[in-house]
């Protein structure tokens, strides 16, 4: 079908995004290729490196898997903030990041960790990270006869790693003004080994700071080195401005929210 009619045609799974902005016309798809019943989309398979989730797999069945939040906790922490219980019951996985809107929250734990992305099409399959497949607002690098077919989401192996995720929202449901997620992995000293953020809301993708979080690995995460790596990464990013929130503010928060992150991340960790 998308090989058929390329452009003109969406892919429709949960709905919970494609159907309100059809209802706002913001998109007037000429088809819609429902992939709700292909069974095969719909699977959580937990391996060594990484865990593998299909594209239709629906978002709350992803936040009850306690073998998957055990071994990628930042997935039921982002879906904690997922509109509502409603909306999860419906909305997949793989709708979430193709939609792509840089305030999500899937997307920013995708972007943070790495995701890689298998995309099908009638000529095969290919692997995009996480980094490459979100090009801007609202778009994606899948081209128009590409379906989402699975996501690998990488497992750290380091014992004490914490995750954590929050973001500031006009009403707990909406879309963050900005979102901030952090992943640490600390030695026996309370050292850190690994360190990843990001921040959703804050440009025209998710963003993740690795050159500032490898700045972090060899250090005892404390205020300090917190605040500074917080700092960095909101001189980083650029987001816009609208009747919620000022460019200005939502810096602000960028600075204020990863550092909250990091900080519950590096708490989450020492628990283990």
């Given at each position: 079908?998308?090989?058929?009619?390329?452009?003109?045609?969406?892919?429709?799974?949960?709905?919970?995004?494609?159907?309100?902005?059809?209802?706002?016309?913001?998109?007037?798809?000429?088809?819609?290729?429902?992939?709700?019943?292909?069974?095969?989309?719909?699977?959580?398979?937990?391996?060594?490196?990484?865990?593998?989730?299909?594209?239709?797999?629906?978002?709350?069945?992803?936040?009850?898997?306690?073998?998957?939040?055990?071994?990628?906790?930042?997935?039921?922490?982002?879906?904690?903030?997922?509109?509502?219980?409603?909306?999860?019951?419906?909305?997949?996985?793989?709708?979430?990041?193709?939609?792509?809107?840089?305030?999500?929250?899937?997307?920013?734990?995708?972007?943070?960790?790495?995701?890689?992305?298998?995309?099908?099409?009638?000529?095969?399959?290919?692997?995009?990270?996480a980094e490459k497949f979100f090009s801007g607002p609202m778009s994606t690098s899948a081209r128009p006869d590409e379906c989402l077919e699975e996501i690998h989401w990488p497992v750290w192996s380091e014992k004490r790693t914490g995750s954590a995720f929050t973001e500031i929202a006009i009403r707990?449901?909406?879309?963050?003004?900005?979102?901030?997620?952090?992943?640490?992995?600390?030695?026996?000293?309370?050292?850190?080994?690994?360190?990843?953020?990001?921040?959703?809301?804050?440009?025209?993708?998710?963003?993740?700071?690795?050159?500032?979080?490898?700045?972090?690995?060899?250090?005892?995460?404390?205020?300090?080195?917190?605040?500074?790596?917080?700092?960095?990464?909101?001189?980083?990013?650029?987001?816009?401005?609208?009747?919620?929130?000022?460019?200005?503010?939502?810096?602000?928060?960028?600075?204020?929210?990863?550092?909250?992150?990091?900080?519950?991340?590096?708490?989450?960790?020492?628990?283990?």
């Amino acid at each position: 079908m998308l090989a058929t009619h390329g452009d003109s045609a969406k892919i429709i799974a949960g709905g919970q995004s494609l159907v309100p902005m059809m209802a706002m016309r913001l998109v007037r798809p000429a088809w819609l290729v429902d992939i709700n019943e292909i069974s095969t989309l719909k699977f959580v398979k937990i391996e060594e490196n990484a865990a593998r989730i299909g594209a239709c797999t629906r978002q709350s069945a992803v936040e009850r898997d306690d073998a998957l939040a055990a071994r990628v906790p930042l997935l039921r922490q982002a879906l904690a903030w997922v509109g509502h219980a409603q909306t999860r019951n419906r909305g997949t996985v793989g709708g979430s990041l193709a939609h792509a809107d840089p305030s999500a929250e899937l997307p920013l734990a995708a972007q943070l960790l790495g995701a890689k992305m298998m995309l099908r099409s009638a000529k095969g399959t290919r692997a995009l990270a996480a980094e490459k497949f979100f090009s801007g607002p609202m778009s994606t690098s899948a081209r128009p006869d590409e379906c989402l077919e699975e996501i690998h989401w990488p497992v750290w192996s380091e014992k004490r790693t914490g995750s954590a995720f929050t973001e500031i929202a006009i009403r707990h449901g909406d879309f963050a003004m900005v979102a901030a997620a952090a992943q640490v992995a600390l030695d026996g000293d309370g050292r850190c080994t690994r360190a990843a953020f990001g921040l959703g809301g804050a440009g025209g993708t998710p963003l993740a700071f690795p050159k500032i979080a490898a700045r972090l690995v060899g250090a005892k995460l404390d205020d300090g080195a917190i605040q500074s790596a917080a700092s960095d990464a909101a001189k980083e990013c650029d987001p816009g401005a609208d009747l919620h929130a000022t460019k200005e503010y939502r810096r602000h928060l960028a600075r204020v929210l990863v550092a909250r992150a990091l900080t519950e991340a590096c708490e989450n960790a020492k628990r283990q």
